[in-house]
């Protein structure tokens, strides 16, 4: 089992609706990073949380240290957000673990 | 400009031609790791270092060395590679003393014959 999974793997939606992608992990993390990967190629951060909750514009980043669990939501969603949500945990000793990703794609 | 830059973005070489890729960051920062990307895989920790002369192996380092004799640069060396490397290779540094936001470089695609 991989130590960080991210649900669901693929999400397809219509532009306006709000999204949310999950990550959960099993390993003792100090922080999780939301990531945001385009096609061709190039890699983003979006948010680093070690608690609570975070917003950026249309994006809110939570995590729930004892559960283990966070989301990634998107409010008034655009074509422009199509692109791969990537969850990574750093498990300290500078360790960090990547889930599979999350390919997001909205309509117009 | 805050950036991560890597170099070559696009190589196609031949197995047991030895190979570098670069790694710069102009951000001071101490944190720099490797990775690389695979389908169905995902990304995976090759090596990482804290500082000069302090590295480290990640979860896939075989087949791989680094080096960091200065704060910016934290090259990849593939001394032997072979066809299972080929991957999209990413560079990464971290702010550990400020945000802790990851700064990653725009990723290099190899392919080894």
């Known amino acids: 089992k991989n130590e960080v999974e991210q649900s669901p793997q693929n999400l397809t939606a219509q532009e306006g609706e709000f999204i949310t992608i999950n990550c959960s992990y099993s390993?003792?993390?100090?922080?999780l990073h939301w990531l945001q990967q385009h096609p061709g190629g190039g890699i983003v951060s979006l948010f680093m949380l070690s608690s609570g909750k975070k917003k950026h514009g249309r994006l809110i980043a939570t995590i729930n240290i004892q559960e283990k669990h966070s989301s990634l939501h998107i409010t008034a969603s655009h074509p422009r957000d199509s692109a791969v949500y990537i969850c990574?945990?750093?498990?300290?000793?500078?360790?960090?673990?990547f889930g599979q990703g999350t390919r997001l794609t909205i309509n117009p | 400009e805050a950036q991560v830059t890597q170099n070559p973005r696009y190589l196609i070489t031949v197995t047991g031609k030895k190979l570098t890729v670069t790694c710069s960051q102009n951000?001071?920062?101490?944190?720099m790791s490797w990775y690389r990307q695979d389908p169905g895989l995902g990304l995976r920790q090759i090596y990482y270092?804290?500082?000069?002369?302090?590295?480290d192996k990640g979860d896939v380092p075989e087949g791989y060395k680094v080096s960091r004799k200065e704060k910016r640069n934290f090259p990849l060396i593939l001394e032997s590679p072979s066809p299972n490397q080929t991957s999209l290779y990413f560079c990464a540094s971290i702010n550990r003393a400020g945000t802790g936001e990851l700064f990653f470089g725009e990723g290099s695609r190899l392919t080894v014959l």
């Open positions: 390993v003792g993390i100090s922080a």
């Open positions: 990574a945990v750093d498990r300290g000793a500078q360790k960090l673990v």
């Open positions: 270092s804290m500082n000069v002369e302090v590295t």
């Open positions: 951000m001071n920062h101490e944190y």
